[in-house]
């Protein structure tokens, strides 16, 4: 059941909720090589917030693996060079754990047949495909980017959007995820609270 901010936000991209994120990185078949891959490349886009290109060109050096899992890259739409690093959660972190041990890459996180960068076309395929699974057809591969913005917007405020999404300033992460914004609203209501005691 939608709450009442889901049903009335007509502003801001369409994006999956928390549980269809859960719904999505299962939908994948971990049994096999392509299952594991998939579910990886599911699992940096939709708790990465990378876009599709930035997802594509990972390389092995761009990961560390240590308690946790932190990805450095090149956000894509930047003029001048500018780096972001993203923790991923813990699901997700296992899911690309897990391929790597598995697939054991040579350079590209994932590679396409002769171990080259898999393309953004295969990649947005394996995306629209899982989406479908999940009964998401609606949604394109952007939409998970999307989704993480506005999950984190939602449980971190904008700032912290910005800076997971790697956008150069907070009135483009404002421009899409405002919308999804509720903590200026809560840190008023307990300041209100506060004042009340």
Same mark, same amino acid.
């Given at each position: 059941?939608?709450?009442?901010?889901?049903?009335?936000?007509?502003?801001?991209?369409?994006?999956?909720?928390?549980?269809?994120?859960?719904?999505?990185?299962?939908?994948?078949?971990?049994?096999?090589?392509?299952?594991?891959?998939?579910?990886?490349?599911?699992?940096?886009?939709?708790?990465?917030?990378?876009?599709?290109?930035?997802?594509?060109?990972?390389?092995?050096?761009?990961?560390?693996?240590?308690?946790?899992?932190?990805?450095?890259?090149? @956000?894509?739409? $930047? &003029?001048?060079?500018?780096?972001?690093?993203? +923790?991923?959660?813990?699901? !997700? /972190?296992?899911? %690309?754990?897990?391929?790597?041990?598995?697939?054991?890459?040579?350079?590209?996180?994932?590679?396409?047949?002769?171990?080259?960068?898999?393309?953004?076309?295969?990649?947005?395929?394996?995306?629209?495909?899982?989406?479908?699974?999940?009964?998401?057809?609606?949604?394109?591969?952007?939409?998970?980017?999307?989704?993480?913005?506005?999950?984190?917007?939602?449980?971190?405020?904008?700032?912290?959007?910005?800076?997971?999404?790697?956008?150069?300033?907070? @009135?483009?992460? $404002? &421009?899409?995820?405002?919308?999804?914004?509720? +903590?200026?609203?809560?840190? !008023? /209501?307990?300041? %209100?609270?506060?004042?009340?005691?």
């Amino acid at each position: 059941m939608q709450t009442a901010v889901e049903t009335h936000i007509i502003s801001g991209p369409r994006v999956l909720k928390p549980r269809e994120v859960k719904l999505l990185l299962r939908a994948p078949d971990l049994r096999t090589r392509r299952g594991r891959r998939d579910a990886a490349i599911l699992a940096v886009l939709s708790c990465g917030g990378l876009r599709l290109g930035e997802c594509v060109r990972l390389t092995i050096s761009d990961i560390e693996i240590g308690k946790r899992v932190r990805i450095t890259t090149k @956000t894509a739409k $930047s &003029r001048t060079a500018r780096w972001r690093t993203i +923790t991923l959660p813990g699901p !997700a /972190a296992r899911l %690309l754990r897990d391929h790597l041990a598995h697939s054991e890459p040579r350079l590209f996180v994932f590679e396409g047949r002769r171990h080259e960068a898999l393309s953004t076309r295969q990649a947005g395929r394996i995306v629209r495909y899982y989406l479908a699974k999940i009964g998401r057809s609606d949604l394109r591969p952007h939409s998970l980017r999307h989704s993480v913005g506005a999950i984190v917007t939602r449980q971190s405020g904008i700032w912290v959007a910005q800076k997971v999404l790697g956008h150069a300033s907070p @009135t483009t992460t $404002s &421009r899409f995820y405002s919308a999804f914004d509720v +903590t200026d609203s809560d840190l !008023a /209501a307990d300041r %209100l609270e506060e004042a009340m005691r």
